[in-house]
């Protein structure tokens, strides 16, 4: 689990920053939207690990609000 949340992580900054230097804007769009969605998939990793007790249910609270925030950011982008 560890893995694919290092995974999922590391996706979002990799896709903005591959988006960054895309050639048109939709290629840019492109690249965030599949950021937004490794975002969901960090959230959803965080909700098993809580689950299984590697982290609390305050800590999950935490880390998805700065999800929430992060997503609003990406979004920001888009327009």
Request: with cysteine.
């Amino acid at each position: 689990m560890s893995s694919q949340l290092q995974r999922a992580a590391i996706s979002i900054s990799s896709n903005i920053a591959e988006g960054s230097g895309a050639g048109t804007a939709k290629d840019f769009k492109n690249y965030l939207d599949i950021a937004g969605k490794s975002i969901m998939e960090t959230v959803s990793i965080l909700f098993f690990a809580q689950k299984r007790n590697y982290i609390t249910e305050t800590c999950r609270i935490e880390l998805y609000n700065e999800a929430e925030k992060l997503i609003k950011k990406v979004r920001s982008l888009k327009s």
